[in-house]
């Protein structure tokens, strides 16, 4: 997927669209146009949708099996990603660490 089909299907799961997130910023009406024609924005105005949609950066660069619809999940997998998205660079890397010591525990418990 490209960077603006991403940027789309964030706002559409979000229930707006990029005109209104673009509005809402003060981000110029023709910024969306060439975003459409395929143009990425700086990363500036990346890290403002991402805040303002509640993403990461990231999403707006996923691959298509990498998508998983913020419908399609549970309260607990939207729990751990809001809080997660909440955490600073240091202890994202910290809360993976425990992530993964977890996972290799449970893979030893099996």
Do not use: W
């Amino acid at each position: 997927m490209s960077f603006s089909d991403n940027l789309n299907r964030i706002c559409k799961e979000q229930g707006t669209t990029l005109t209104r997130v673009c509005k809402d910023l003060g981000i110029s009406t023709s910024k969306v146009t060439a975003i459409k024609n395929g143009s990425i924005p700086n990363e500036e105005m990346m890290l403002k949708f991402a805040k303002h949609l509640a993403c990461s950066v990231m999403d707006f660069f996923a691959d298509d099996e990498e998508v998983i619809p913020i419908k399609h999940s549970d309260a607990d997998e939207e729990d751990i990603l809001r809080i997660y998205r909440t955490l600073s660079r240091r202890t994202k890397h910290e809360f993976m660490a425990m992530v993964y010591e977890f996972e290799n525990k449970v893979d030893t418990d099996i």
